[in-house]
């Protein structure tokens, strides 16, 4: 499977995360999506090792991190809930890992949540590069307000440098939906960050354009602040890791294309052989009727030979 090629976990990113969260020296953290759940159990150790408590938001958690929460119940909570309603009943942390429904409506509500009553803590959000920066992605479209969802598809996919979408891109197999447009108001990810901090003051933005994009927001006023900007220069909208991570994300584009065109090839052919199966098995049922009709015949000109010799 082409997704075996791809590196796209949070957990790609963690030497600088952790290097971010060894600046913030946070007590609480708080993770907003778990998926399989690697990223979570890394999570849990790195927060017994530094006496912090480690909570994690996921409306279906897996087997695994229901099982991390109950061997770490001192240092791991697990929240079922959908966010961001669900960060209502989470007590507020000093650092926020955001990486769950990747749409518009969901990140800009869930850093309102975050940022509310005038929080300032570390944000690290996952996903601010191509695919999901500009164009939405949606597990569970239905469960959103209708103005807040763009039209969609579950069986077509992404494709680098281009708008529509396509038979064989980067998609969801059914698992999730993608918007069938790219760019525009409210779409995406990175779209969401942007529209939240143009509605407040003192926040700056990082940006690591590689593995999807890994995005830093945190506050001039943070007094680790100055710390951060320095870690965080080398990385930021650095050329290089743009130009790798476009070529990476068109490479295994041109995979799935290949992939795409193998089972196109695959059914043409199974068409043809069932046609081809159509066609023997019309010949066979063809070939039964002429039997039975020679052996008719053959049992007719039997009789009618009985018939003259007994003559």
């Known amino acids: 499977m082409a997704r075996d090629l791809l590196l796209y976990s949070l957990r790609e990113h963690r030497e600088l995360i952790e290097r971010c969260l060894a600046v913030a020296a946070p007590k609480r953290v708080v993770e907003i999506g778990s998926e399989a759940g690697g990223f979570t159990r890394e999570m849990v150790d790195w927060a017994e090792r530094n006496d912090a408590h480690f909570t994690t938001v996921e409306p279906y958690p897996i087997d695994e991190v ?8 001192g240092a791991f909570e ?4 959908r966010s961001p309603a669900a960060l209502a009943d989470v007590a507020p942390a000093d650092v926020y890992v955001v990486d769950g429904d990747h ?40 469960r959103l307000p ?19 979408l396509a038979r064989g891109g980067f998609g969801g197999a059914g698992e999730f939906a993608v918007a069938t447009e790219e760019g525009g108001p409210r779409n995406g990810v ?16 990082a940006h690591v354009p590689v593995v999807f994009g890994l995005g830093v927001l945190y506050s001039t006023r943070a007094p680790y602040a100055e710390e951060l900007r320095v870690l965080l220069e080398p990385w930021d909208r ?3 890791l743009e130009r790798l991570e476009r070529n990476r994300v068109e490479l295994y584009s041109a995979v799935l294309e290949l992939q795409e065109a193998a089972r196109e090839l695959d059914a043409g052919r199974d068409r043809v052989l069932l046609r081809y ?3 023997l098995g019309g010949l066979e049922a063809e070939n039964a009727a002429l039997r039975l009709e020679r052996a ?5 000109l039997d009789a009618s030979s009985a018939g003259l010799s007994a003559r």
């Open 190 to 205: 990175l779209t969401a960050v942007d529209d939240f901090v143009a509605e407040r003051e003192g926040l700056v933005y």
């Open 277 to 279: 199966a159509t066609r």
């Open 66 to 73: 229901r099982d991390l929460a109950e061997r770490h119940a």
């Open 238 to 240: 650095n050329e290089l």
């Open 296 to 300: 008719r015949l053959r049992e007719a």
């Open 103 to 142: 749409n518009h409506w969901t990140v800009l509500r869930e850093l309102r949540a975050i940022y509310s009553d005038g929080r300032e803590p570390l944000t690290i959000l996952h996903d601010v590069g191509w695919p999901c920066a500009r164009r939405d992605q949606y597990y569970s479209p239905r």
């Open 78 to 81: 697990l929240v079922v809930g």
């Open 146 to 164: 209708p103005e807040a969802v763009h039209e969609h598809s579950y069986d077509e996919g992404r494709v680098p440098g281009r708008s529509e």
